[in-house]
């Protein structure tokens, strides 16, 4: 189900996005034909879009691995089995 989901959004960004036959995500980047010439005003936004949009999804993805990490951190914390209550420890 999960696949799925990813899948949907990822084809919701096609003018940005393509995935490969090995599901490999790759940002379309506009590059210039001549290095030396700017790119053109359109490219230029088209480019800054998709890098909005890449922060987007980091930025959400990087709370899941956060609440993620924050538990772990807590469990992994407890030397020991037993429990205290907050009335011992003060």
Do not use: W
């Not at 210039?32 to 053109?40: E, G, K, M, N, R």
């Not at 998709?50 to 956060?66: E, G, P």
């Amino acid at each position: 189900m999960s696949d799925s989901v990813i899948r949907h959004n990822l084809s919701l960004h096609h003018n940005i996005l393509s995935v490969s036959p090995d599901d490999l995500v790759e940002l379309k980047q506009a590059r210039p034909a001549d290095i030396t010439q700017p790119l053109p005003r359109a490219d230029v936004m088209e480019n800054a879009a998709s890098d909005l949009i890449v922060a987007s999804y980091r930025n959400q993805l990087s709370h899941v691995f956060v609440r993620v990490a924050i538990i772990a951190l807590a469990v992994n914390g407890c030397a020991t089995q037993e429990t205290i209550t907050i009335g011992e420890m003060f």
